[in-house]
Nanobody
Framework: VQLVESGGGLVQPGGSLRLSCTAS????????MNWYRQAPGKEREWVAR????????NYAASAKGRFTISRDNAKNTVYLQMNSLKPEDTAVYYC??????????WGQGTQVTVSS
């Protein structure tokens, strides 16, 4: 299993970013996918989840209304569109998948910094 995130960067408050996570090594279209984030000095926290078919999405309270998770099963890619970004969104963002044995796989993360 390999997960590779991209799309992070430096953005001003109120700006937008779209993160991507490209997966390989498993049948991507069969698994729900998650985004997590970890801010400096804080625990890693769950941000959003999308089912295998994309028909159901769930968000943390901090992300609801501003972030949108989506996926393209033909491209083995899950996205996180982040709008109205705030300084408190600054974190390393990770995509995640759990297999049928509940083993958890992570990408290397992509840094998002929201600052003026």
């Amino acid at each position: 299993v390999q997960l590779v995130e991209s799309g992070g960067g430096l953005v001003q408050p109120g700006g937008s970013l779209r993160l991507s996570c490209t997966a390989s090594g498993f049948t991507f279209s069969s698994y729900a996918m998650n985004w997590y984030r970890q801010a400096p000095g804080k625990e890693r926290e769950w941000v959003a989840r999308i089912t295998s078919t994309g028909d159901s999405r769930n968000y943390a309270a901090s992300a609801k209304g501003r972030f949108t998770i989506s996926r393209d099963n033909a491209k083995n890619t899950v996205y996180l569109q982040m709008n109205s970004l705030k300084p408190e969104d600054t974190a390393v963002y990770y995509c995640n998948v759990n297999d049928i044995y509940l083993r958890s796989y992570w990408g290397q993360g992509t840094q998002v910094t929201v600052s003026s």
